[in-house]
C-alpha cells in the first residue's frame, strides 16, 4: 500500500512526503514535519513564515496587506473611510482626526453577521426554495395529469360527436328509403293497373278477330266493342327524387358548435410563497392572546347599507366591510362613518352568491348562474375560474391564500368543497369514511370558514348542520343545533365564521341568533344582540362580529370577547 495515497494512512510532511505532521506554516497553509521547519523557513525570506502546532493551524490571522505601503499590513480598521489601514496610512493626512478600530473586533462581528446570514441560507432560505422547487415540480405534475384529463374529455366529447353524427347519417339514409320505398309502391300499383288494361284490351282485340274470321253470322253480331273506354290514358305519375340540402361545413361556426375551450394562464404573485419555519399551524406557532367571553355582548355600531335585502358581508379591513345584497351591486362601507365608498357590478350583472377578501385584500364572488368565480383588482373584475356541470356558491380565502368553494351539480344531486391554489383545483372534499355524502344536494346554502386550526367548517342549510372536516377532508363532527333554542325554533343555520380562539360562530335565521362553538364542536352560548334575521357573518382581526341583518337591511358590529 502506498503510504502517500492511502486513504488510512496518517497525513505526511508536505515536503519531505514521508515523515508525519507535527507543524503548519499559517502564512504559506502548507504541513510540516519539524524537521522540515528551517528548510520551509529560508525557502522564502520574503514572508514571515507563522509556525504553529498542527493542532492550532488557521489560528495566525493573516492581515490584508496595504495597497498603498507595499509589504505593509493592516491590522487596523478606518471606520470613516470603512477600509483596511496599515500604520503607515494611520499616520499619513489621508485618516487624519478619523476613528480606527482594531481589525480583528471588525472581523468577529462580520463573522458574527456571516454566521447569521449562513444560519438563515441553511435553515429558511435554502429549505424554502427547496419547498418552493418541490411545488413547482408537483404543479407541473398536476397540469399533466389535468391536461391530460382535459384532452381526454376534448376527444370523448369528439366521440359522442361522432356517435351522434352517426346516428344522423342512419336516420336520415332510414328516411330516404322510406321516401323510395312510397314512391315505388306507388308506381308498382299504378302499373298493375295500366297491365290489367293491356290484358283486357288484348282479350278485346282477340275476340274481335275471332269474330271477323268466322262466318258465323251470330258471332259477329254479338260483339260489343267499346274503343272509347279505351280511348281515356291514364294519368302519368312522375316522382320526384328527394333533395339533401346539406350545411355547408364552415369552420369557424363548427368550432363555436364543438366547444369552446378557455386559456389557461400563469398569473404571478410576489407574494405567493412566504419563508419557510417550524410552524406547522397558526395554532401551533404564536398562540394569540386568550380571551373571555363577555357577560353580555353588545352592540358597538349598526351601518345602514341601503339594499333592499341583504344577504352577506366580509371584512376588508377593521375599518372597512364588503356587503352584497339581492341586486349586482358589491358596496363598500367606512365601518366608523356609516358610509358607502365604493360600488362594484358583477360583470354579467347576476347577483353575487357569496364573496370573499383575497390576503391581498381583492375581492372575491362566485357567479353561480354563470358558473364562474370572479376576482375584482383596481376596480376591474376579471374571470379567473370556470366551471362545467357545476355551479359555486359559497366561497372563503384561507390562510395559506388558497380558495375554499362550494360547489353543487347541474342536476342539484351532488355537492362539493373544492380547494383551489392560485386558481387552480387541488383538493376536492365529498365524502366521509363510508362513501357517504358530506353535504346536502339541491339549493340550499353551503356558508364555508377555515378554523386557526385548519378545519373547514360549513354551515349546510340543506342538512340544518355545521359540518367541521379537518385539512385532509376526514370529518370530524357535526352540529345540529342546542336547546333550548331562544325562540324554540328548529336549528337553521345560515352565515358561518371563526376568530382568534378558534371559536367557530354562525348565523341561526329562525331563533334571531348567533351559535358559538368551540373549535370540537361543543355549544358555549347564544349571541343575540336584537338581530333580525342574522343571514351573513364576519370577524375582524380585532374579533369583532359583523352580524348581516336579512330583513332591516343593517350590518350590526357586535364585542363578544375581553
Partial sequence: MDPRTSAQDIMRCDLCETAVVQMHCDTCLVNLCKACVGEHMISDQSKKHEIVPFKLRKSTPLYPICKLHHNQQCTMYCNQCDITVCTKCIASDQHLSHKFSEILQIVERKKHKIIEEQTELKETIFPTFQDIASDIQN???????????????????????????????????????????????????????????????KDEINSVDMALDTNDLSMLFSVTSDVNIYRTLPQKLAPSLPKFIAEKI????????????????????????????????????????????????????????????????????????????????????????????????????????????????????????????????????????????????????????????????????????????????????????????LYSAGRYSRCITENRNLDICVSDNGTKAVVVVNQAGKLRFRYTGHTPSPKNQPFNPRGITTDSQSHILTADVKNHCVHMLDKDGQFLRYIDCGQSGPWGLCIDTNDYLFVVQLINIQVKKVKYLC
Fill in 139 to 201: 404543479r407541473m405534475s398536476q397540469l399533466e395529469k389535468e391536461y391530460g384529463d382535459l384532452s381526454t374529455a376534448i376527444t370523448k366529447h369528439g366521440e359522442d360527436w361522432h356517435r351522434e353524427i352517426d346516428k344522423l347519417v342512419k336516420k336520415r339514409t332510414a328516411e330516404v328509403d322510406e321516401m323510395k320505398n312510397t314512391q315505388i309502391q306507388t308506381l308498382q300499383k299504378h302499373l298493375d293497373e295500366i297491365n290489367k288494361t293491356i290484358s283486357d284490351i
Fill in 250 to 437: 364552415q369552420g369557424e361556426k363548427l368550432d363555436k358548435l364543438f366547444g369552446t375551450l378557455i386559456s389557461g394562464s400563469l398569473t404571478s404573485d410576489k407574494h405567493g410563497y412566504s419563508m419557510k419555519t417550524t410552524q406547522k399551524s397558526p395554532e401551533a406557532g404564536c398562540s394569540p392572546p386568550v380571551k373571555h367571553l363577555l357577560d353580555k355582548p353588545e352592540t358597538v355600531t349598526t351601518i345602514d347599507t341601503g339594499h333592499r335585502r341583504l344577504s352577506n358581508v366580509v371584512c376588508l379591513s377593521d375599518e372597512e366591510i364588503w356587503t352584497i345584497g339581492d341586486d349586482s351591486t358589491m358596496e363598500l362601507f367606512s365601518i366608523n362613518q356609516g358610509s358607502q365608498l365604493k360600488s362594484i357590478k358583477t360583470k354579467s350583472g347576476n347577483i353575487p352568491i357569496d364573496i370573499a377578501v383575497t390576503k391581498s385584500g381583492d375581492l372575491v364572488y362566485t357567479d353561480y348562474n354563470y358558473r364562474t368565480v370572479n376576482i375584482v383588482k383596481s376596480e376591474k373584475v376579471e374571470e379567473v375560474i370556470r366551471l362545467q356541470n357545476w355551479k359555486p356558491r359559497n366561497v372563503c380565502s384561507t390562510s395559506s391564500g388558497d380558495l375554499l368553494i362550494t360547489l353543487e351539480s347541474d342536476d342539484e344531486k351532488q355537492s362539493k368543497v373544492v380547494r383551489y391554489s392560485g386558481f387552480t383545483e387541488k383538493h376536492i372534499i365529498q365524502f366521509d369514511d363510508q362513501g357517504r355524502p
